[in-house]
């Protein structure tokens, strides 16, 4: 096939080693040598294979996507070679032929389709992009676990009989709060958990209190504590990322 790229590499990317396939110009039956060598995924490793890369005159650079375990080699690609063009393809695109592999025999497949242009890049979003991706995705997973926290100390309340859920609308409002917390200190009565009660919720009380009568004890006591110290951990880290 027609060769596009005279000076290419491909790296195929591992935990702790990459494999890195050059090709050039040289004496082969088509004019082509390949070089092979692997090297260490430390980071000062990568920013020397990226220095080595751009002293055999590589213009361009292909990879297959791996994940976490791609981006730091992406990276040292970017920030200390001379490249044209460094590619991160999708690994489903640029599967090998089955048999026997290995790293290096992935990268030198790798860098055939690179020389005859057969390779096509997954979008890397600039560093900023990156970073609000990196801070909404966190985000939404504290969410997601301050709902489960909502949730198992939901169940605690049931467990100790303590149907208020049944009564607010949510065990987030301040009234509840302030009634679970009362129950955790030490409070009892019904009539008094009751009026801890705030604005409209007031005109419940008479409900709310045969909401509170129930079974909590020391134990409920505890696992509520521990859940409300979360919830209140989570709401702190979610305004930060907000913020």
Same mark, same amino acid.
């Given at each position: 096939?027609?060769?596009?790229?005279?000076?290419?590499?491909?790296?195929?990317?591992?935990?702790? #080693? &990459?494999?890195?396939?050059?090709? /050039?110009?040289?004496?082969?039956?088509?004019? +082509?040598?390949? &070089?092979?060598?692997? @090297?260490?995924?430390?980071?000062?490793?990568?920013?020397?294979?990226? +220095?080595?890369?751009?002293?055999?005159? #590589?213009?361009?650079?292909?990879?297959?996507?791996?994940?976490?375990?791609?981006?730091?080699?992406?990276?040292?690609?970017?920030?200390?070679?001379?490249?044209?063009?460094?590619?991160?393809?999708?690994?489903?695109?640029?599967?090998? #032929?089955?048999? !026997?592999?290995?790293?290096?025999?992935?990268?030198?497949?790798?860098?055939?389709?690179?020389?005859?242009?057969?390779?096509?890049?997954? @979008?890397?979003?600039?560093?900023?992009?990156?970073?609000?991706?990196?801070?909404?995705?966190?985000?939404?997973?504290?969410?997601?676990?301050?709902?489960?926290?909502?949730?198992?100390?939901?169940?605690?309340?049931?467990?100790?009989?303590?149907? #208020?859920?049944?009564?607010?609308?949510? &065990?987030?409002?301040?009234?509840? !709060?302030?009634?679970?917390?009362?129950?955790?200190?030490?409070?009892?009565?019904?009539?008094? /958990?009751?009026?801890?009660?705030?604005? !409209?919720?007031?005109?419940?009380?008479?409900?709310?209190?045969?909401?509170?009568?129930? !079974?909590?004890?020391?134990?409920?006591?505890?696992?509520?504590?521990?859940?409300?110290?979360?919830?209140?951990?989570?709401?702190?880290?979610?305004?930060?990322?907000?913020?």
């Amino acid at each position: 096939m027609l060769v596009l790229y005279q000076r290419c590499a491909a790296v195929d990317i591992g935990k702790d #080693v &990459i494999a890195v396939a050059v090709r /050039l110009p040289g004496d082969g039956p088509d004019h +082509r040598q390949t &070089i092979k060598r692997t @090297f260490k995924t430390f980071y000062g490793v990568l920013k020397h294979a990226a +220095r080595w890369l751009t002293e055999q005159q #590589v213009t361009h650079v292909a990879m297959e996507a791996t994940g976490i375990y791609s981006m730091p080699v992406y990276h040292a690609l970017i920030e200390h070679g001379g490249f044209e063009q460094v590619l991160v393809c999708n690994a489903g695109h640029v599967r090998n #032929v089955p048999g !026997r592999k290995t790293d290096l025999s992935d990268a030198e497949w790798l860098v055939h389709l690179l020389e005859c242009g057969l390779l096509r890049g997954s @979008f890397i979003p600039p560093a900023q992009i990156k970073a609000a991706r990196d801070v909404i995705r966190y985000r939404t997973k504290l969410t997601e676990s301050r709902t489960s926290e909502l949730q198992r100390l939901g169940n605690i309340l049931q467990d100790a009989a303590i149907k #208020v859920d049944s009564v607010a609308s949510t &065990i987030t409002a301040r009234s509840v !709060r302030a009634m679970v917390e009362a129950l955790i200190d030490g409070e009892r009565r019904p009539l008094v /958990l009751a009026e801890l009660a705030k604005g !409209r919720m007031r005109a419940k009380i008479p409900d709310l209190q045969r909401a509170l009568e129930g !079974r909590f004890d020391s134990h409920h006591a505890l696992m509520c504590r521990l859940h409300l110290d979360h919830l209140d951990y989570l709401d702190e880290m979610i305004v930060r990322l907000d913020t």
